[in-house]
T-cell receptor
Framework: GAVVSQHPSWVICKSGTSVKIECRSLDFQATTMFWYRQFPKQSLMLMAT?????????EQGVEKDKFLINHASLTLSTLTVTSAHPEDSSFYICSAQTGWETDTQYFGPGTRLTVL | DQQVKQNSPSLSVQEGRISILNCDYT??????FLWYKKYPAEGPTFLIS???IKDKNEDGRFTVFLNKSAKHLSLHIVPSQPGDSAVYFC????????????WGAGTKLIIKP
């Protein structure tokens, strides 16, 4: 149980385009989803927290107009990187919490974004 | 200010022996601690957790020990297996923080045959 999927697993795009990444909880309803970014050889950096039906809470330094997060349902959250630039190239990982095990986060497999 | 610290960037252990991964924290409000395992280009996998009301939690080959007075926790893996080679992250959360996890930098564990 507690499986989280991400799509796509990797994407290459041109600078200036937008990319959408989906995060789905497959066998549970996720009251809260988190989006992380990982730079090479560094720990996970929390970008934002989203609760279903409400606006995402962004961490300091994360541009909310650039990284649009939509948590449309209890099983789906999307991260859209708008007007992507090469410095946005990174590994993006989502996680989800179940409603009854709120301290443990279950992670998706991650999405590798490369902006040319 | 790093609230969760994993001071060993890497650790090499012989197969079959015990692996001990350490984690220190500075925020006394943390009351829940988790260990995750991560392979390259994959999302972290939850391993084991411990609440601050306990000092030990065991699950198969994995045991987590918590020393609140020292603000220190450790993950013991015994016996170590080749498939345990990965990066291990320690994470902590505090009640009332919307369950956000504060991550350590990770320790790369290498199991030697």
């Amino acid at each position: 149980g507690a499986v989280v999927s991400q799509h796509p697993s990797w994407v290459i795009c041109k600078s200036g385009t937008s990319v959408k990444i989906e995060c789905r909880s497959l066998d549970f309803q996720a009251t809260t989803m988190f989006w992380y970014r990982q730079f090479p050889k560094q720990s996970l950096m929390l970008m934002a927290t989203s609760n279903e039906g409400s606006k995402a809470t962004y961490e300091q330094g994360v541009e909310k107009d650039k990284f649009l997060i939509n948590h449309a349902s209890l099983t789906l959250s999307t991260l859209t990187v708008t007007s992507a630039h090469p410095e946005d190239s990174s590994f993006y990982i989502c996680s989800a919490q179940t409603g009854w095990e709120t301290d443990t986060q279950y992670f998706g497999p991650g999405t590798r974004l490369t902006v040319l | 200010d790093q609230q969760v610290k994993q001071n060993s960037p890497s650790l090499s252990v012989q197969e079959g022996r015990i692996s001990i991964l350490n984690c220190d924290y500075t925020n006394s409000m943390f009351d829940y601690f988790l260990w995750y395992k991560k392979y390259p280009a994959e999302g972290p996998t939850f391993l084991i957790s411990i609440s601050s009301i306990k000092d030990k939690n065991e699950d198969g080959r994995f045991t987590v020990f918590l020393n609140k007075s020292a603000k220190h926790l450790s993950l013991h893996i015994v016996p170590s297996q080749p498939g345990d080679s990965a990066v291990y992250f320690c994470a902590a959360s505090a009640t009332g923080s919307n369950y956000q996890l504060i991550w350590g930098a990770g320790t790369k564990l290498i199991i030697k045959p």
